[in-house]
């Protein structure tokens, strides 16, 4: 039996992966977009003829029979898996293309929580980011929509800037332990911060 079988995502429809991958893909685009516009899978065999319209590709790939689902979460599409036969032997029944809707449906859940895994682990670095150069406050606000950076009606406090230098401080460090260098900088910090 030759079985053919692939993923195809989005609106438009571009071909993610298909299998065996050393032969051309046999999808139908035809029935690839059935499949979304009807919100449902189904099942397609080379003699019966009801809804479904005829396919040149399955036809010209010497298809018998194939199954299409969409792979839908929580309403939104992402995409169609489909499986497709050539040889009679292969013929898909009902009971397949159930077992079929029951991959899809797992399969959208995985690829929509994959999705959202890989936006919280963007926002994660973004908000980092973000708090070493913002208060907390402006960073979470940041942190939850980038696009909007625009400060100009935020309300500015004024504020004091103080520059200090430590005299002789590089010579200073080079005859203390490096420990006693981070204490006296902790110490100097201490009553520096608060003003």
Known sequence: CDMHSGLL?????????YYPENKPPTCSL??????????????????????????ASLFQHKTQSAMYAPLIWKNEILGVIYVDASSPKGSFE??????????ATHAAMFMKNLSLQQILQREAVIKSRLLSQFPRQIAERLARNPSQMDFSSERVDNVTVLFSDVRGFTKLSAEMEPGLVVKMLNDMFHDLTPI
């Open 9 to 17: 995502f989005g609106e438009d429809l571009m071909l993610k992966s």
């Open 94 to 103: 009902k009971e397949d293309l159930r077992l079929m809707q029951a991959i």
């Open 30 to 55: 035809t029935l690839a977009r059935y499949v979304l516009a009807k919100k449902k899978a189904c099942l397609w065999h080379v003699n019966v003829q009801d809804e479904i319209k005829k396919s």
